[in-house]
């Protein structure tokens, strides 16, 4: 966990290297997590992984390689013998084969599935078929299957021979023999019935299944949902295809916040870790969006010229257009947000619509006057502009703080319903249509109220 | 999942009900998940809730329960006898009461309290001690403990037993007889383990727990690095006082999230869904921030003032104000977003501060660079504002970009540092910051420039 203690690991780490103690090497390896392993060879230079790597026992060894960046596995399966590549694969779980040969040059799949033996192959192949967000693409085909006429002993025997193979054994689904899923049995149920009892008549028949196309995102919601450990995943047949297990679906709801955090502030979502990002990878992120909010933000200068007169009539009137800006902008934020996190866990839907409105229209009005009043004294009291100008402002601050949560609510909701990303519709392109309309009241008030 | 669905079944509930057939009911109830259930609920009239609770089987009672909010929660204790509360509470995981407790008024948690047998009772106190973010208050003590001189088949046999009572029998672990947390076993191990063999010599030893005391994010975030569906929890002596289930760890990194994104947004986090909390509740969670900020806000126009003259010289220069400042925002907040977010996921840390200012300083000049050339052309061809004001613009935009990244990347990091929350240092104070700079910045420039 700690990043300093693994600085201090890594230096131990290459102290023994160096000395060539290989087996206090291995033996101080392999008390490690796999995670923890990956983190220390992070820290350590890349030629001495190679020869680190083939210290660590089999399993932790295709454990570590698992939780390495794709960029080291490269390197390493560069470095591999073929034995020594097929002994690593044979030990992966498909479904992380999987995420490691998408990452992968062509050059180096051939090579991976060349040392996959046909079976793996053929589940790494079939895995790969489906699109990249959907429930296939995150699915393991390594679960445990019974059948209705199973006994529990049966079942008990089939789990012995499964289990080290299979990645969850929570729960063992029930299939018939054309693979079509007809239940599920938790391995709690297994211990607790006798021996001689019938998986068909024990089994649970409700069960709640995806199918391989739908959204990985909603998969997890409905894990989340049902504090589901595993959940299986169907063809459109529904016949049992894999399983998608919770540790993935946690990784999948982390980075949906991850990419909803990045569009909010107006970035193209990216799943690289920032410190392995390069400079030029960051700003091709980011520079569309501040390109286009620039040339947005034109327009409420182009506000600004056209009331240029009335500006140099009264040029108090200018100091304000700051807090005006700003204020409206940040009600309209905290409006949009709001609604846009709501709408990603599913809290809110369009069909709410007038509920968030009126909701946040109550909101607004109460932010507005608390706003105006303290605005007020202090136009009064400190900045002493006269009461016909303090009036303007004050009143232009309520209009916009209505308008800004009005609109901040509602864009999102109204771009869900179009099949738009909610999610861009906040901070920025809120404020940039907040700070147009805030001028135009401004001025607009300004007008009326001072006669420019 | 879909709400659509879930109206038209309460429609058809409503109307069996009506209809008095509670058998039909509880069928149509029975064959349907918890979470389902409550949802189903939470679409009918309160008054309607007693009686369809009642038809419910016990267990599927219990869960539904567990799933509904606090506010029926409360109402229906209101309406159970003891002997309907007693069952519930009975039926109950231990960290599923405490929720509950810990948001009932005082006279219904000690009638809850009173019904649940002493040892539950006792549980729940116990875990009521934990403060409110530690591991300790979202644990649950119900889990196996196995003993290091069982062998596989007492193992077995005590599972059999405690199984039913267990959240989680995925890993069993492995104490001595003064609770001493010695190792783990995975129930996949026992199963293919002999049944002599010693739980004590086929355990793995190198358990990772945390503390009672441990932050529940830090938990959840070593359970997702781990892959781990429980992770135990000891206390100060290494006494193992209960476990975390993965499905609360899933739902503290979903409550972070969003608790990060509110605090990006300037809103005092909440963890009550959006419909469900009144307007004024919300208005409580918005004014401080949007007050703070309007203040900091004036200072900007305080700037203005004091270049009032130099603003009534060349009025141009007004009109680029808003797209300088809120571009400098913009570029400010993809910096401040981005590093709050690896903070969270612990990918940067305060030690990597100058990788992190030298990478945003790359990257700030190569934005800075491409739109300062499109608004030269721009200010050039289009606004005709002749060489001079393009010049101030342009350079003014040029220094903004890099100031707001340099800013916006390093304030969360001292934030971190000083133990305060990097994510209040996201956009709105960034912006803000960044506005007041902004107009120093160009009516410096300006000044020396156009000589004002």
């Not at 590549?85 to 090579?111: F, G, T």
């Not at 599920?184 to 649970?204: C, E, F, H």
């Not at 507005?368 to 016909?388: E, P, Q, R, S």
Request: proline residues 4%; contains cysteine.
């Amino acid at each position: 966990m700690n990043k300093d203690i693994i600085i201090s690991q890594a230096e131990m780490v290459t102290r023994l290297l160096d000395e060539k103690q290989f087996t206090a090497l291995r033996a101080e390896l392999e008390r490690r997590n796999a995670a923890d392993v990956a983190a220390l060879f992070d820290e350590l230079p890349a030629e001495t992984l190679p020869l680190l790597f083939r210290l660590l026992p089999k399993e932790l060894a295709a454990d570590t390689f698992v939780e390495m960046d794709s960029d080291a596995q490269r390197l390493l399966i560069k470095g591999f013998s073929d034995s020594e590549l097929k002994e690593v694969v044979e030990e992966l779980y498909v479904d992380d084969a999987v995420d490691i040969v998408e990452e992968m040059p062509a050059n180096v799949v051939v090579r991976i599935l060349d040392q996959a033996d046909p079976d793996t192959r053929k589940m790494i192949n079939e895995i790969m078929r489906y699109p990249e967000d959907s429930a296939g693409s995150i699915m393991t085909t390594e679960f445990v299957a019974l059948r209705e006429n199973y006994s529990v002993e049966d079942a008990i025997k089939r789990l012995r021979r499964t289990a080290v193979e299979a990645e969850s054994i929570d729960v063992c689904y029930v299939i018939k023999p054309d693979r079509m899923l007809v239940g599920y049995i938790t391995i709690r149920t297994l211990i607790v019935s006798p021996a001689d009892a019938q998986i068909g008549k024990i089994m649970q028949s409700d069960v709640i299944s995806v199918s391989t196309g739908e959204d990985k995102e909603t998969v997890a919601q409905i894990m989340q949902k049902y504090n589901f450990s595993a959940i299986p995943v169907v063809d459109g047949d529904n016949r049992l295809a894999g399983i998608v297990t919770i540790d993935d679906a946690v990784d999948v709801l982390q980075d949906e916040a991850t990419e909803d955090i990045q569009k909010m502030a107006a970035i193209t979502p990216s799943d690289k870790p920032y410190l392995k990002t390069n400079a030029f990878a960051i700003y091709r992120h980011r520079i569309p969006w501040l390109m286009l909010l620039m040339v947005s933000a034109t327009f409420t200068g182009m506000i600004i010229t056209r009331f240029e007169n009335a500006l140099a009539a009264c040029v108090t009137l200018t100091a304000y257009i700051p807090m005006l800006m700003d204020t409206g902008g940040n009600s309209g934020s905290q409006a949009s947000v709001t609604v846009i996190r709501s709408l990603s866990l599913n809290e809110i839907r369009f069909r709410d619509i007038l509920q968030v409105v009126f909701k946040e229209f109550q909101v607004s009005i109460m932010c507005a006057v608390t706003l105006a009043v303290c605005n007020f004294a202090k136009l009064m009291l400190i900045d002493k502009v006269g009461l016909m100008v303090s009036t303007v402002v004050c009143l232009s601050l309520m209009v916009t703080v209505v308008i800004a949560k009005l609109i901040g609510c509602s864009l999102p909701m109204f771009a869900k319903k179009l099949g738009f990303d909610p999610a861009v519709m906040a901070s920025p392109f809120i404020t940039t249509l907040v700070d147009a309309l805030s001028l135009l009241v401004y001025f607009g008030i300004a007008s009326h109220v001072l006669q420019l």
